[in-house]
Nanobody, 124 residues
Framework: QVQLVESGGGLVQAGGSLRLSCLASGRTFSSSAMGWFRQAPGKEREFVAAIRWNSGNTYYADSVKGRFTISRDYVKNVGYLQMNSLKPEDTAAYYC?????????????????WGQGTQVTVSS
């Protein structure tokens, strides 16, 4: 079993930055991938970014490419999402998730473990 706890959300003005963290505990998951997703009110949960835990290879949604950076601390079992140049349309609840396969997926159904989410609000 893997437990995920997100932190770092908040209210920020457009153009600002936030860094989200996702602390993973429980079973180790060296051959896994971590993803970040977001869900705005009335919309479906959408893929933001993902990272292969062992290699550090990353993948981004087009909407955040060049502004967001996903990373992980392999020793501390913490994943990060650095968000720069934030826009009002980035406002959403952000979730980290883990899939126990060493490849990246953009699909929510491929992730078996989820955090509780952290709210990011970007004001114009």
């Amino acid at each position: 079993q893997v437990q995920l706890v997100e932190s770092g959300g908040g209210l920020v003005q457009a153009g600002g930055s936030l860094r989200l963290s996702c602390l993973a505990s429980g079973r180790t998951f060296s051959s896994s991938a971590m993803g970040w997703f977001r869900q705005a009110p009335g919309k479906e949960r959408e893929f933001v970014a993902a990272i292969r835990w062992n290699s550090g290879n990353t993948y981004y949604a087009d909407s955040v490419k060049g502004r967001f950076t996903i990373s992980r601390d392999y020793v501390k079992n913490v994943g990060y999402l650095q968000m720069n140049s934030l826009k009002p349309e980035d406002t959403a609840a952000y979730y980290c998730a883990v899939r126990r396969f060493d490849d990246i997926s953009l699909h929510t159904l491929d992730y078996g473990y989820w955090g509780q989410g952290t709210q990011v609000t970007v004001s114009s």
